[in-house]
């Protein structure tokens, strides 16, 4: 028995194959350096949100456009590679995880510099 879901191990090599499909398939001088973060699968496994994440803020809608008018033949890739008997959909979407994380770090040590202030 596996520790972990079906979805859940199909979800981690999801990540993995999408990602190295990006970096070596996916061919557009408009795509910058990006990360896929994370793999959300439906409970029916018929659906894979693919969540990345872009170095450049300023290229985000960019990276989006790009990623999702390839999603086609990232998909038929995908299909090559994986043995499942049936390949979910992909929806790329912005992983906020990282800014919010990023958000949160500030607050703290703006929290911190006033606490050393205020002794």
Do not use: C, W
């Not at 949100?49 to 008018?69: A, H, P, Q």
């Amino acid at each position: 028995m596996h520790p972990y879901k079906r979805s859940q191990r199909l979800s981690i090599l999801l990540r993995e194959e999408i990602a190295d499909i990006i970096m070596r398939r996916v061919k557009d001088p408009r795509l910058g350096f990006i990360t896929v973060t994370d793999v959300g699968l439906s409970e029916d496994l018929k659906i894979a949100r693919v969540y990345i994440s872009v170095m450049n803020e300023n290229e985000r809608d960019v990276t989006i456009e790009i990623l999702n008018g390839a999603k086609g033949s990232i998909r038929s890739e995908v299909a090559k590679r994986v043995r499942t008997k049936f390949i979910p959909a992909i929806e790329f979407r912005i992983d906020e995880s990282v800014a919010t994380g990023e958000r949160i770090d500030r607050l703290l040590k703006e929290l911190k510099e006033k606490g050393e202030t205020s002794d």
